[in-house]
C-alpha cells in the first residue's frame, strides 16, 4: 500500500546509504596536519560536496527520488572522518572549511579539498544532467 511506497521513499532519500558508510571505514586523511591515518574507529561517511549544496544544483529538485538517492550517494563524493570532524565541517563547501575547534587546518589539505570541490561539482552536475536528459527533460 501507500504507507510501504512511503517508507521505501524515505530510504531512497537516505544519504550516505550502506554502501557509502562501507567503503568510508579503514583511513581517513587527518584535516590538522593532511595525514593518511588508518584506524578501526567508525567513520563518518563525509559527503566532500555537501548534501545540503548538492539538492541546491540546477536540475536535482526535477529528478526522480530514486535518481535523486543516486546523486546523493554518488561513491566519488564520499570519504571517511571521525565524526567529530564532520560535525564541524557541517554543511559548508569543503574548500570553505579552514579551522576545527579554533585549530587551523593544514593548507595542503584545504587546498586538496578546493580542487575535489570543483571536479565534484562537475561530476555531480553531469549525472544530474543525465539523469534529466533519460527522463526527457532539456
Known amino acids: 500500500g501507500w504507507v510501504q511506497q512511503l517508507e521505501q521513499q524515505q530510504q531512497t532519500g537516505v544519504s550516505p546509504d550502506a554502501a557509502a558508510r562501507e567503503a568510508s571505514q579503514g583511513q581517513y586523511v587527518d584535516p590538522l596536519n593532511n595525514q593518511e591515518v588508518s584506524t578501526t574507529e567508525t567513520l563518518a561517511a563525509d559527503h566532500i560536496y555537501p548534501q545540503v549544496q548538492i539538492k541546491q544544483m540546477p536540475g536535482f529538485d526535477q529528478l526522480s527520488p530514486e535518481q535523486q538517492a543516486a546523486v546523493l550517494n ?32 593544514d593548507p595542503a589539505y584545504i587546498q586538496r579539498n578546493q580542487q575535489l570541490q570543483m571536479q565534484l561539482q562537475q561530476t555531480l552536475q553531469n549525472q544530474i544532467n543525465a539523469f534529466m536528459r533519460q527522463n526527457g527533460k532539456k
Open 74 to 105: 554518488n561513491p566519488d563524493n564520499f570519504q571517511g572522518l571521525p565524526k567529530t570532524f564532520n560535525s564541524s565541517k557541517g554543511g559548508q563547501l569543503p574548500g570553505d572549511w579552514q579551522t576545527y575547534k579554533g585549530l587551523p587546518l
